[in-house]
């Protein structure tokens, strides 16, 4: 189990390796000059050049990668430039330890634009995660057992139609009407629980999480439906039933269970996606998370915030994969690890 | 999700009783593909899913022919009939409905929306048709590849699907719009037979269909190799082996004609999947721009009209829905079909 767990780090590691490279190497063949507009408007030449060589940009593109991956670990300075240290500090921008790149731009570390970003994409997260999983499964465990019944048929065809709205139009529904035209809400705005407390963070939170917990949990209920129908028709369930227990012992504890482990990996899987912000949802609610950030970075070609982000979302979904896999062996018994 | 060996002879094979008295010609021997199509043919849903796919479909191909010949008038603007007073609103009741536009008119420009609607379908199914036929043609050639050599290409492709889907699709997509447009309307059309690319609605659906394929091919070649896996082991292919097939055989006279219907019901799903993302992407304002129509970028526009003129917010949304939700039935009932194990 150990040796299996560090051979995933291992891999992972260099997964992350590998993939930063290629995000380098994609913005790096873009032909779009970021120099030209962490520079901004009324750049001159010489400005241009400058610019250039604050941010590395006039190195090659594996000098580029190299800086990159040693301001990860210990930090780097923008202009790197040992001598304007001493004539002149205030000019260098430092960017501490887990340094993901620094936006001229936005005049700010990537590490902390990720930081003021972060918390408001997690919060989403975490409670759409939850409407999910408890909807999704619920339900679902409702279709399969009223399988062929009129509730079964009315719930696997609504989650269909559900899922074929597309989330911005569900987000601006909900926005619009449920909470601009109806006043059956307040219009969402993000408090933070240190301001509004656990009910003004959970009810500031709850159209954007409902608009992305509606688009998984479609998901959810078709799945689970069908892996506890297969459940259901297993030989051990059946023995469960002829040995006289409960219905609802057997239903939750024999053919819940078994459905449940691909359901945990899915759900693994979505939530380290979502972690690292829904853009649109959060686009929709203007709600400040990365996602907006990955929005606005993009309107102005701020490539420092862009490559941050992108190589941080891409560590999620590796170390979820692990987390997962490992998961997996520890839910299923009959799962080797090779 | 093959179809059990053990059906196919039980119909195949005329039942003993009838053989027997030597009317064989009464009983005619279904293929695996003629059974699948009868089970289709009976589920109701799918049928009435694949009639509304088969509009679609027919709406996409007729829509530019409707359009040159002056039926179809997307992009013209009918301003008389807008209220300039409410701030550009369609006179008259749900959108301004009337006989020459049966389903209004496009606030602020007074364009004919059943126009729209029905062209838009000729670029988002295009799009979508393009993406999933890419898509899928990578995951197949790989996941067959990957499936059947195992080893060292098996683990080489595996390690790639893990670094594909490690990258945040939405994000990449944003990131790389506006440098790829540029790298394909600039330098790609320049290329000998690519010159049409420097048209900007041509630019742009390929980028969006560039973005669907680089990132959705990994689960149809997970998909294929899985059933490959097993496809390998059988008697048939030892045969195939011993007679000195080729590689190339192998692979695709041997082995693809065994998994096609996993791919086929990929395939099916991948469209509707397509289409919504297409819808998305617009909203991020990636793709096709107006004034040509899309799925996408009619819902991006109507998005801004939710109370003032619910006419035109709620169509356009329920049009897309409708696409998706038929297609993917099609889907649904294809497999069923397929794998008459599957319980609905």
Request: contains cysteine.
């Amino acid at each position: 189990m150990v040796a299996y767990i560090i051979r995933r780090l291992i891999a992972g590691v260099v997964l992350l390796v590998v993939m930063s490279i290629v995000t380098f190497a994609l913005f790096f063949a873009s032909p779009i000059d970021p120099a030209q507009f962490a520079c901004g408007k009324n750049c001159s030449p010489a400005m241009k050049a400058q610019t250039a060589a604050s941010m590395g940009y006039d190195d090659n593109f594996f000098a580029q990668w190299g800086k990159f991956a040693k301001g990860v670990f210990v930090g780097r300075d923008f202009p790197d430039d040992p001598k304007l240290k001493i004539t002149a500090p205030e000019t260098i921008a430092h960017c501490a330890a887990p340094c993901l790149g620094y936006s001229k731009e936005r005049t700010s570390t990537v590490t902390d634009l990720i930081k003021q970003t972060m918390p408001v994409s997690l919060s989403i997260a975490v409670v759409a995660f939850a409407f999910w999983i408890i909807g999704g499964v619920l339900l679902g465990v409702i279709a399969a057992l009223k399988r062929g019944t009129l509730i079964d048929r009315g719930l696997v065809g609504l989650s269909l139609v559900l899922y074929a709205f597309p989330t911005f139009f569900i987000g601006l529904l909900l926005l619009k009407f449920v909470a601009i035209q109806w006043n059956w809400v307040p219009v969402p705005e993000y408090t933070p629980i240190a301001e509004g407390g656990i009910t003004g963070w959970l009810s500031s939170l709850l159209l954007p999480a409902i608009t992305l917990a509606v688009f998984f949990m479609a998901g959810y209920v078709r799945m689970t439906r069908a892996f506890v129908l297969e459940s259901l028709s297993e030989d051990y369930v059946r023995t469960a039933r002829a040995k006289g227990l409960p219905k609802r012992t057997v239903t939750f504890k024999h053919a819940l269970r078994a459905a449940l482990t691909p359901i945990v990996t899915m759900a693994g899987l979505d939530f380290a996606g979502l972690m690292g912000g829904a853009i649109i949802t959060e686009s929709v609610f203007n709600y400040p998370g990365l996602g907006k950030l990955a929005v606005a970075a993009n309107t102005d070609f701020d490539l420092p915030t862009l490559v941050g982000l992108v190589i941080l979302l891409a560590s999620f979904v590796i170390i979820a994969n692990i987390i997962v896999d490992v998961l997996y062996a520890v839910i299923d018994p009959r799962v080797r690890l090779s | 999700m093959t179809i059990p060996a053990s059906e196919m002879e039980g119909h195949a094979v005329p039942p003993l009783g009838e053989s027997e008295e030597g009317v064989a010609g009464k009983v005619a021997g279904r293929s695996p593909t003629q059974l699948a199509m009868a089970r289709f043919r009976a589920d109701k849903l799918s049928m009435i899913s694949f009639y509304v796919s088969c509009f679609v479909v027919f709406a996409a191909v007729a829509s530019p022919i409707l359009v040159k010949i002056g039926v179809f008038d997307p992009d013209g603007l009918n301003q008389d009939k807008l209220n300039t007073d409410l701030g550009g609103i369609p006179h008259g009741a749900f959108g301004g409905v009337s006989w020459s536009h049966p389903l209004g008119l496009t606030p602020g420009n007074g364009e004919d929306l059943l126009s729209r609607l029905s062209f838009s379908m000729t670029y988002s199914l295009g799009i979508a048709l393009t993406g999933t036929l890419i898509t899928v043609l990578i995951g197949v050639v790989l996941g067959i590849i990957s499936g059947f050599s195992g080893g060292f290409v098996d683990a080489t492709v595996g390690r790639f699907i893990d670094l594909t889907l490690s990258f945040p699709q939405t994000m990449m997509l944003l990131a790389l719009a506006a440098p790829t447009v540029l790298l394909i309307r600039k330098d790609v059309s320049e290329l000998p037979l690519l010159g049409f690319l420097e048209n900007p609605d041509l630019a742009n659906g390929l980028f969006v269909v560039i973005i669907l394929s680089a990132f959705g091919w990994p689960p149809v070649a997970r998909v294929v190799r899985g059933q490959v896996l097993s496809i390998r082991e059988r008697e048939f292919i030892e045969a195939a082996k011993l007679i000195g097939a080729s590689r190339k055989r192998l692979y695709f006279k041997e082995v693809l004609p065994n998994v096609w219907a996993p791919i086929l019901v990929y395939t099916t799903l991948l469209i509707p999947a397509y289409i919504s993302a297409e819808a998305a992407f617009s909203f991020l304002g990636v793709g096709i721009k107006p004034p040509t129509p899309t799925l996408g970028n009619i819902l991006r526009d109507s998005v801004s009209w939710t109370t003032a003129d619910p006419t035109y917010f709620f169509l356009p949304g329920i049009v897309l829905a409708l696409t998706v939700v038929a297609f993917n039935l099609v889907g649904d009932g294809a497999r069923d079909a397929l794998d008459p194990k599957t319980h609905r």
